[in-house]
């Protein structure tokens, strides 16, 4: 397994203990790695005009938001839901700022932190803080226990889908070949091999979730 | 409402957007406030009447560089302060390494020349006005800066009015050379420097005011 997580991390060479299974902090980076990817593809088709992708993506921008402020408000259950509504019109109303060339977890922890600073800065009141802000809370964090995630590496998850996803992903995303390649390898067409790698994505990012 | 009907709402009439809209703000931005701030120099200020005589100088096109280069810096700065979770990058490092330069630069010049010329290196004839007329030649700039910022998401809002200070003070200092006969390394080290720093230091007090979102 480490090969692989070096592959996606700057092809590093793996160190000898994490070869069977990736530690937590490497699994967390594939994790991000992969919702990253696919809300970045789904912003970037919204921009464009696509109403069902920007659907999509609300929606789960919706639910990623919940469970970072969640962690971050438990003691006001009441200004979750507002602040979960406030952060995605604030994603709406300056979409024109994203920067296809940047992360976009980046851009919304940039903004969720803003907002919730802004808030907890509004009310200035001392128990909304349940604990101080430091940069390692991120809204697209996993909530999992590391036991959880030390059965869920990422071969596992590839293992778990259809061959026309499994494989887009393993050779193009991981391995780093090209879409034209990767569709005379698997007999597949250029479409069906983007179509595949979308598709798996999308189905990893729920399957990641469910597990959180 | 329901956080599901927003997001219903929200993206049943999306439109597509254009991404190019914040680089077509910051040059309008920048070429508006610049070309006010000329009308401002010339009509108030006056042209230096050695302005034809002195574009043949070294020093002229030092002084042009070290504001144009701080001014590039500042707006590198700028843009990327209005767009939530982008790095700084080099531009304040590269800013350092302006102004240090220019020290330097000042310092030989003053080592070079006899003790009795430094007093008038340093102070040339305009030194008590300099710092003060560029500020006021940078407002229109700081102005068209701030108001494009505003409609970006700026969430370093300090650094940000900061920013737009300091490359509208830059600017200004540029466009301020038209009207500014002053030659002498030390006189950039010290007052025009200390002219982009006003604009920088209301950039700064104000941001946290006017551009929250």
Known sequence: MGWLVGQLHGGQAPSGDDTNSPSSAQYQKVQMQ?????????????????????????????????SYLRRRLSGLPDELEDLVQELLLAVHNKRHTYDP???????????????????????????????????????FATTANDAAEAQYDVAKLLRGLPDRQRLPILYVKIEGASVTDTAVRTGMSKSAVKVGIHRGLKALADRIRSIG | MKTEDLVSSLSTSVEAVDLRLPSRRWLLALAGGALIAFLLTAGLLKLNPMLWHEI?????????????????????????????????????????????????FAAATLAA???QNRARLILGDTASVCPFLIALVATPVLIALLWVMRSLAPTRLRWAGAASGFTAGSIGALVYTVHCPELAAPFFAIWYLLGMLIPTAIG???GPRLLRW
């Open chain 1, 34 to 66: 992969l919702i990253e990817e696919h809300l970045r593809g789904l912003i970037l088709q919204s921009l464009a005009g696509d109403a069902a992708a920007y659907r999509i993506f609300l929606d789960e921008l919706m639910t990623h938001l919940r």
């Open chain 1, 101 to 139: 060339k940047q992360p976009l977890t980046a851009w919304v922890q940039a903004i969720a932190r803003y907002k919730l600073v802004d808030l907890l800065r509004r009310r200035s009141r001392g128990d909304v803080l349940t604990d101080p802000l430091d940069e390692d809370d991120q809204v």
């Open chain 2, 56 to 104: 043949s100088k070294p020093m002229f096109w030092v002084r042009e560089s070290y504001c144009a280069v701080l001014g590039a810096l500042g707006f590198v700065a700028v843009v990327r302060l209005a767009r939530p979770g982008s790095q700084l990058g080099v531009a304040p490092t590269g800013i350092a390494i302006a102004v240090i330069a220019m020290w330097v």
């Open chain 2, 113 to 115: 020349a006899s003790p």
């Open chain 2, 204 to 206: 700064a007090w104000l």
